[in-house]
């Protein structure tokens, strides 16, 4: 397994890269330039990254003009680091100014563009939300001079969707941590553990193999499984004949991996090892799909066959699976009806889920990368059956 640590950060040519792709797709829908409120897109387009974004006080701004770099709006407080970065133009504002958070700034900023169409460009669909107070953002459409402001949401999508090798890298990285973390999790905890233990055990093991954090772990365990698919570890001690689900999340250089594991107790249940095997097949039905051309709902419907054979189980997700990269879940979703096409670049999670067993459920989830051909696996594929802890 590849324990080479990838390098922080990107070269400047990356952004270029991106940026050059946007002003591209801006021209065919002509389009002034792209306002940006969120972290992923900020450091997507910049290289700006720190985990100030958690803090809710101050909004930040970035804006992406129909030629040349990238313009960043943002609170004093980021200027040394945003400095670092491969832009040139960097506004601010003494925040926190409640009575004028930047708006003064950003109007003056969009309203010096050179205009054209007179039309920005904003994500405003599925998975995108504007990171400022709303208030504001009246505000700002009444200030800036003959402009529209469409929905960018497409454009923005069609841009992330891609990664390049530099971003799979560190994809790939987390992920073959997390999978050596999983593969030795039997060293960590026993019977008798209390789940919040064992996560907390796995959590700190995954920093130790290079994760820089886990925001994300959830599961839990019980006889024949957890009940939910997004729970908190409890204080519940695992005894023999139960099952533990863990789901995690764990980022290096701000980009996430995704899946998940199940492990037994003592012994293996002759319905957990029966919906297990036919989570494992549905995800294997998914890799045989996962080819350049085919679309997000030929990926769900691959996995929904097969978890139809059994009249006793339930899907109780709605998708099966769905995009990763700097964020932990990004679009497009494994579902019905989700015609995005599948291209080389894209990293995908397929994550089959039944409910059986009174209300019990198994999970099962793998990542991805579209290759021409087969899909390049970045998490290490489960065991065919539930590894056993005694």
Not at 64 to 69: D, L, M, N, T, Y
Not at 114 to 130: A, D, F, N, V, Y
Request: charged share 25%.
């Amino acid at each position: 397994m590849n324990s080479i640590i990838p390098p922080l950060g990107f070269e400047s040519s990356e952004f270029v890269v991106r940026t050059e792709r946007a002003q591209r797709l801006m021209k065919e829908t002509d389009l002034d330039a792209l306002l940006l409120t969120t972290e992923p897109e900020v450091r997507y387009f910049s290289g700006f990254h720190t985990s100030f974004w958690l803090s809710p006080t101050r909004p930040w701004f970035l804006i992406v003009p129909r030629e040349g770099k990238p313009i960043a709006v943002i609170p004093e407080i980021g200027r040394a680091r945003m400095a670092d970065t491969w832009l040139d133009e960097i506004i601010t504002w003494p925040a926190p100014r409640p009575s004028d958070e930047g708006i003064t700034e950003l109007t003056k900023t969009l309203n010096g563009l050179t205009k054209r169409s007179g039309i920005i460009g904003l994500p405003m669909g599925t998975e995108t939300h504007l990171r400022m107070p709303f208030s504001d953002f009246k505000k700002l459409q009444e200030n800036i001079r003959n402009v529209d402001v469409v929905d960018a949401t497409n454009l923005i999508q069609e841009l992330r969707a891609i990664k390049s090798e530099a971003e799979i890298s560190k994809i790939r990285y987390i992920c073959q941590r997390v999978s050596e973390g999983f593969s030795e999790l039997h060293k960590l905890i026993s019977v008798g553990d209390q789940e919040k233990e064992v996560f907390r055990k796995f959590r700190i093991d995954l920093l130790h193999r290079g994760a820089d954090e886990v925001p994300y772990l959830v599961g839990g365990s019980g006889p024949n499984g957890p009940t939910e698919v997004i729970g908190m570890p409890s204080n519940r001690t695992i005894k023999k004949g139960d099952v533990l689900m863990m789901d995690t999340g764990a980022v290096f250089d701000g980009y996430f991996s995704d899946f998940d594991r199940n492990f037994a107790f003592g012994h293996v249940d002759d319905q957990v090892s029966q919906a297990y095997d036919i989570v494992y097949r549905a995800t294997d039905a998914g890799l045989k799909v996962a080819r350049p051309g085919a679309t997000a709902e030929d990926l769900w419907k691959a996995m929904a066959n097969i978890l139809s054979e059994s009249s006793d189980s339930k899907n109780v997700v709605g998708r099966l699976g769905h995009g990763l990269g700097m964020q932990l879940t990004e679009w497009p979703s494994n579902m019905s009806g989700d015609q995005t096409v599948m291209k080389p670049g894209m990293v995908m999670t397929l994550e089959p889920c039944i409910e059986f067993a009174d209300g019990r459920i198994m999970v099962h989830e793998e990542n991805i990368v579209i290759r021409d051909g087969e899909p390049e696996m970045l998490s290490v594929r489960a065991p065919s059956e539930v590894p056993v802890i005694y």
